[in-house]
């Protein structure tokens, strides 16, 4: 009988799926992939009230609920209704961006151990090649486990073959979801490749911790732990350098107003029309530590962001003057969210000053970032 007990109670802290619902985690079907297979969407929640939806199409964060001032809850994310729209517009609203996050200048090209990888280009005559290409992972379906528990978790698996995309080596990369006790969305990524390789993930979740589709950003403050950042030239590509955030509008080390730079005429600011910024995180990279602070006066909710990663991108949902229909019908304009993309220094692939991204059999990344979320 006790064998028995202690059979069931395990058999439920790790859920494939088809298995029963858990009461932490539950999974739907959510539509079919081009390639026939079933697309899912994954309800995680925490005692203390925040709840998170993610489909394992992209890695998606779909929606995320989160606990305000006024005793009811927000959703803090930009996204779609439906699995549809999400494969139609091929955007990266709460998807993960792999194989290589950002831009890969010299016309999406990098040298490794002393060859050149040319990636495929979608246009021929583009000048860099983004966010994984034609490897990107916003696009894939990865495979999902559930696991229950006072932290529910979803775990994302994904094996991108040799030569995907232009990429060496076989990678294997998992990413793992957790809501934890205390209201934050944990992520987990790890990889391994069978051959020496590079990779640089983030998850593009867009935040507006005014509610989506309730107007911008403007009013909220916003704090980013960094002395330091990258600038990049008028292609938006970086420059090699690493400058002081000292003396110009890209210092956030105190809390800022977003609206009263947003429109800077800081170069870095002024010639994005908007906040697109690396900034370099205080403190040894590796280690879990503070990258950044959001603030919305009405909701009351606080965002708290930290990372292993040395890196953060800050980006103000830059979009010009036209509008996305998202869910419900709302509409998102410029400046409606901000994204802060924990990753490894952009496009150093091509600067070795940048500190590497090579993944090799030897050597398998593991990265964790934090978003947890409070109210004052």
Known sequence: MVLRTFFAVACLCLLPLGAAQAANITEETWGTAQNGEKV????????????????????????????NR????????????????????????????????????????????????????????APFVIHGGTAGFNRKLWKAQMRDGAEPSLILTLVSPDGDGGFPGELTTTVTYTVTRDNALRLEYRATSDRPTVANFTNHAMFALQGEGNGDISDQTMQI?????????????????????????????????????????????????GIELEMVINGKPGTLRPAARMTDPKTGIVMDVSTTHPCVVVWAHLIGDRTVAGKGGKLYRAFDAMSFETQGYLDAVNHPNFPSTEVTPQKPMHEVTVFKFSTR
């Not at 006024?70 to 955007?91: N, S």
């Not at 990266?92 to 495929?120: C, D, M």
Request: no cysteine.
């Open 70 to 125: 006024q005793g009811g809850k927000t959703d803090v994310q930009l996204g779609y209704d439906d699995f549809a729209t999400y494969e139609k517009a091929g955007d990266f609203y709460g998807a993960l961006v792999g194989r290589y996050v950002g831009r890969i200048s010299r016309g999406g090209s990098f040298p490794l151990n002393g060859k050149t990888y040319q990636l495929e280009k979608r246009d021929t005559n």
């Open 225 to 273: 732990f960094a002395d330091r950042f990258t600038p990049a030239d008028a292609g938006n590509l970086v420059t090699g350098e690493i400058l002081p955030v000292d003396g110009t509008p890209a210092d956030f080390r105190k809390p800022v107003r977003v609206g009263d730079v947003q429109k800077s005429d800081f170069p870095q600011i002024a010639m994005r029309k």
């Open 40 to 67: 899912s969407l994954f309800t995680l929640k925490s005692a203390r009230g925040l709840e998170a939806r993610i489909t394992n199409y992209g890695g998606r964060i779909v929606s995320l609920h989160a606990p």
